[in-house]
């Protein structure tokens, strides 16, 4: 706690000496707003006090966290768990009215030791409430709050002690399900005795009982021995009371009956029970009422042992329940991944054991109009809370030793998705602002998320802010030009592109890639072929030797009406040929350009000159033998997948002897995956050559290019 706050506390302590130093400190801390997760005034923060947890110190124990879920308090969820003292801030004015006052009272009479102390008491409070306010699940900050309250407040005033149960409350409402929050529960307990309320001090551990920690047997030790120092009727709750002392009172009717009537013995008519004062119960009745709540505590205790031994052992491998920038060992991640699965089987079992168990209630109603609901609440008050609040708690417990960890916030995003939309963008804010601000990934799924539930204007302030505090990164530039053509601002997709190729112009792998993509867009979407060859042609004199960038130049050219287009791809295939490309490319490329000539040409001329162009390239890169058996090996993997053998493939295959003339384009020199990677060119020679039509009675091996092509 020292640690956490030390440095608002040290300006604290100089307001002692320094008053104006310190006025100018609490107004900094009023016009930023909250403290950042050192304790430090930082920025403001601009989040909600519900929807917002900040890192708790690696000093701090292992209760520390944060939560947005409640407890068991009532059977229905909490919509805000802790809530805040009233904002007593006038308008027009930047510190609170307290505030103010208690400064005056200082400055006016400097050497007053009360009211300094008094001014320091709230200072120190309204730190200790903004703490709350960014760490709800932190049961040593509740407990530290609570005993600066009870220290500093007038117990003799009337609203002093409703004001201090109702932050008991907030506490055991926002931190009451962990597993270590037995102190607090005590302290509420032992709180209400004091105060002389028997009936709270037993609704306390009466909800304490239902709840599974660590510590929960000394719960119902508690129980026994507070229910056998005190007056069933000053201890119970008044309906409670009146139903276990009927049930009592009969109950000793029919022993005595019983025992008179085994010992042969009557009561004269008219002799009564012997009558007791009004209003008092015998001992003998309060002996027996007590072991009747006893009774039916120990169904609540045995159902929640039942649930502390299921959670133990997960328990057990959490050797780090608080925050730290080390990592986490494997094992206590696989423990919290375990743990968040199991949690929630067990509420999907949960609901549809209650599910049954209603269909059954609501069947026997309809048969028997006499059946009431009275089994069902039994049944209820019997069971140990463990509903959608304790999976949300779960999650808010991993979120604090693993907040460095994106999967357990994807695992958290995805659980809400089905709940509610505006608990996901408090986790995504969280999230991303607090925790995970260098983590591109679950940026663009927040934006994604955004862009899903119809909120372009924040998918697209989240996308420009990541590209911002990120610079570089391709995959953010790409969402928030397709974010933009989906929305249909197709002007402005361009735009993002075009900037990122101006300004990637120093890095020519990364302006190749962004070429590419704005070339394509204005080809595919714009229906500008002139736009994108020069994009593409610009990319190619800062990048010459680019393989793609040249491949996708052809797609261009080739996408081009056929009558204007045929002396553009022969230029395109010229300057890549002439270009610092591998062997490998350069024959992929001339051979796309002998496919458009053999498919679109109107002059056999140009047909056999292209491909006299084509062999002697081959031949110059040694490439012929080689590519030959390339194909050899592609025909019989096609021969395979078609249910020939190897063997018969391989009978059909033209020799690979130098020597021995070829009929027929060599295939490209390389595979037909590699060949789709680069852009879908190339690996055309398998569709000319088919060994398997020999099944159709063909003598020979069909060829496309077969008595077209002269020898070579």
Known sequence: MAA??????????????????A?????????????????????????????????????????????????????QPETAFFSAPPDTEDEGSDLPADFERLWNAAH???????????LLQYCEQEVCVQGLQSIPLSVDLW???????????????????????SVFEDAVVAAGLDFHSNRLWDLYFEWEKEQGDLRNATAVLDRVLKVPTQHYNTHYEKFKVHLNNSEPKEALSLEEYEEVRAFCRES?????????????????????????????????????????????????????????????????????????????????LRGWHSYLDWEVAQLKKDTQDHNKDLNKTDADVKEDPEVTAQPQREMEETKVFCDDHRVRFLFERCLIACALYEEFWTRYIQYLETCSVDEVRAVYKRACDIHLPSTPNIHMQRATFEERHGDLAEARRVLEALDKNMPGLAVVRLRRAALERRAGQLEQSEALLQEAVTQSKEKPTLHAFYSIKLARLFLKLGRNPSRARSVLQEALEISPDNDKLHLNLLEVELSAETWSSAEAVQQCVTRALEAPLTPHTKILLSQRGLQFVEEYSNSIQSVLSVYEAHQKLIKELGGTKREAESGDEGREKLSKGDGGSANGASEQVPPTDPQVPVT????????????AQSGGYGGYSSWYQQPQYSSYGYQNTWNYNQGYYPPS
């Open 4 to 21: 956490w706050f030390s440095d608002e506390r040290a300006s604290f302590a100089i307001m002692a000496a320094r008053f104006s130093d």
């Open 23 to 75: 006025r100018a400190s609490f107004a900094i801390m009023a016009a930023e707003g909250e403290m950042n997760s050192n304790g430090d005034l930082g920025e403001p923060s601009a989040m909600e006090a519900a929807e917002v947890s900040t890192l708790p110190p690696p000093e701090m124990s292992d209760e520390n966290g944060c939560t947005d879920s409640a407890t068991e308090a009532s059977a």
């Open 108 to 118: 006016d009479n400097p050497r007053d030791f009360t009211s300094w102390t008094d």
């Open 143 to 165: 407990i530290h709050y609570i005993n600066l309250l009870l220290g500093t407040l007038d117990m003799n005033l009337p609203e002093s002690p409703k004001h201090i149960r």
């Open 252 to 332: 000793q009717k029919v022993e005595r009956a019983e025992q008179a009537k085994e010992k042969g013995e009557e009561r004269p008519p008219g002799e009564e029970e012997p009558a007791t004062p009004e209003g008092t119960d015998s001992e003998e009745l309060m002996q027996r009422m007590r072991e009747q709540v006893l009774v039916r505590r120990d169904k609540i205790y045995q159902e929640n042992e039942n649930e502390v031994r299921k959670r133990w052992n997960f328990e057990d491998t959490i050797k780090r329940p608080y925050f730290h920038v080390k990592p986490l060992d494997q094992t206590q």
């Open 664 to 675: 027929m384009p060599p295939p490209p020199p390389m595979s037909i995956d590699a060949s």
